[in-house]
């Protein structure tokens, strides 16, 4: 499943040279072709107000477009640089609502070489959705992107 994904995100980035629309097209195409991936958006950093701002998602529109750095799953990794993986969103006390039927997120870090400049974050209306393939998966997308759009050639 994920090796077909990585071919198509693949050439959507290789042949996509606006930024924005390429989140578009894969925020739409996690969404609508991978199972358990029911929201999907890329938050992208704020430093100087020290928030996440919501750049594209495909899914169930959210409140939540502008998110302090420290707050809920997305702020926790914005400060810490880590991906996180939440089988149940329910036994987090900083979880940030946007959907009751939310069961489970991942969020992993975009980098910019070492710098964390965004994230994909992805919530599941199923527990226990995401996995270490997921993570790697999803890794391995943001890495194109940051080839392609943020490093110097």
């Not at 964390?116 to 919530?123: A, E």
Request: charged letters at 25%; a negative charge; proline letters at 3%.
């Amino acid at each position: 499943m994920f090796k077909n994904a990585i071919k198509h995100i693949e050439e959507e980035i290789r042949i996509t040279n606006n930024l924005n629309n390429c989140l578009n097209s894969i925020c739409t195409y996690l969404n609508e072709k991978i199972d358990g991936y029911h929201w999907v958006g890329y938050y992208f950093h704020n430093k100087s107000k020290q928030e996440l701002e919501l750049r594209s998602f495909s899914g169930i529109p959210t409140e939540h477009t502008k998110i302090p750095f420290g707050k809920g799953i997305c702020g926790q990794s914005a400060l810490s640089n880590d991906p996180i993986l939440v089988d149940d969103v329910s036994e987090e006390s900083n979880y940030i609502s946007c959907n009751i039927n939310v069961k489970s997120e991942i969020v992993v870090p975009l980098f910019n070489k070492k710098e964390n400049i965004g994230q994909i974050d992805i919530d599941s209306n199923n527990l226990n959705q995401f996995t270490n393939k997921d993570l790697k998966f999803l890794e391995k997308i943001n890495e194109m992107i940051s080839n392609k759009f943020f490093q110097i050639k």
